[in-house]
């Protein structure tokens, strides 16, 4: 191990749970030096992805996109003291291969190995912003596999407060986009903020959807009902006839997720007694949700943190931050550290 990593250089963060393949390099001090991600094209023939093929792209970018990082943020390998990698949760055979890469490379430079948490990477985003939350805080955490209301008690100490009883929020924006013909085609995989373009062409009032448990004493979210009465309602309309307005039903959907998203983190708010509020995820790059949830937090007295939109989405900054902070708390992995596909964030750490 060189000086420089033995007194805390910076980390290189691997990132390839789905269908990114990303790496960044951040300091000690969380200054994202690089952050490189490459979108994988191979899955937008099938409309969603496909884990094999997932898999067989991250062997083939993963090279390039670790060394365009280094490049960027003009780090040597001598310089960096740890490799953090994303190990769970995400698809089995995307976290193989990023794990397994790491190790090669922790091997390779004598870098310490960090396992990192994906649903805590994302959590990490908001140590990267200009103004970060100060611990206590409330973490809306939304993305297209994960919706839920995180307890950050002390970073790296979490209590889950309520989390999505069916699909995810991202996962219902995808699938409506889908139905209403919002994705362009070839090319693309994700269809949520094609529907978040049109909703800004819509009425929100236009179609009476449902929010599900807001009248429940829970902070759980269930968002399988709303997608199911989109359906219900494009098939008593006919399809997507003329008397449909496609950007009234847009509108309409993306109103009712983001009124139940909004209604649970205040009720988050008012059982804890934290005034502090964060955003998280892929979806935390909504606009309306941004903007709503933001109104919400500061007509309470509340102070609100958001990353930008390209630390939302999957990237490797966000798992280098963690890895910043578990390696400072000398939380290192060994050449054993296996991905784990499902792994929940819990009070007290990370736990299954």
């Known amino acids: ?27 000690a001090e969380y200054r994202v030096h690089a952050n490189v991600v490459l979108s994988q094209q191979e899955h937008a023939r099938y409309g969603g992805v496909v884990p094999e093929l997932a898999s067989r792209a991250h062997v083939r970018a993963l090279c390039g996109v670790c060394r365009e990082a280094l490049v960027r943020s003009g780090v040597g390998w001598s310089e960096l003291s740890a490799i953090a990698v994303t190990y769970g949760p995400g698809l089995v055979g995307s976290l193989v291969t990023g794990v397994s890469f790491a190790k090669g490379l922790a091997l390779r430079t004598g870098c310490a190995l960090v ?3 994906h649903l805590e990477a994302h959590v990490f985003a908001n140590r990267l912003i200009e103004n970060p939350p100060a611990c206590p805080f409330v973490t809306l955490l939304v993305s297209g596999g994960h919706t839920e209301l995180i307890l950050v008690r002390a970073w790296g100490q979490y209590e889950s407060l309520g989390r999505t009883r069916d699909d995810a929020a991202g996962e219902a924006f995808d699938k409506v986009a889908k139905l209403l013909g919002l994705i362009p085609g070839e090319g693309v995989v994700s269809g949520g903020r094609y529907l978040s373009e049109c909703a800004q062409h819509g009425n929100r009032t236009a179609v009476s959807f449902p929010r599900a448990l807001m009248g429940e004493d829970t902070c759980d979210f269930s968002f399988s009902g709303l997608k199911t009465a989109v359906v219900n309602y494009l098939r008593a309309a006919g399809g997507l006839s003329k008397e449909v307005h496609v950007g009234d039903v847009a509108a309409s959907f993306q109103a009712a997720v983001v009124d139940v998203l909004v209604g649970k983190t205040m009720k988050a708010m ?7 509020v964060a955003l998280a995820g892929g979806v935390a790059a909504n606009r309306s949700l941004r903007a709503e949830l933001a109104k919400a937090v500061s007509a309470r007295g509340g102070s609100f943190h958001c990353p930008p939109p390209d630390l939302c989405t999957d990237n490797a900054a966000m798992v280098a931050a963690a890895g910043v902070f578990r390696f400072r708390q000398g939380e290192t992995a060994g050449l054993d550290l296996d991905a784990v596909p499902r792994r929940l964030l819990a009070c007290g750490g990370i736990a299954d």
């Not at 910076?10 to 269908?19: K, M, Q």
């Not at 008012?270 to 502090?276: E, K, L, Q, S």
Request: hydrophobic share 45%; net charge negative.
């Open 270 to 276: 008012a059982a804890t007694g934290v005034r502090r």
């Open 1 to 27: 191990m060189s000086a420089a990593q033995a007194s805390g250089g910076p980390v290189l963060g691997i990132e390839t749970s789905c269908d990114e393949t990303a790496a960044a390099v951040v300091d």
């Open 115 to 117: 396992g990192v948490h």
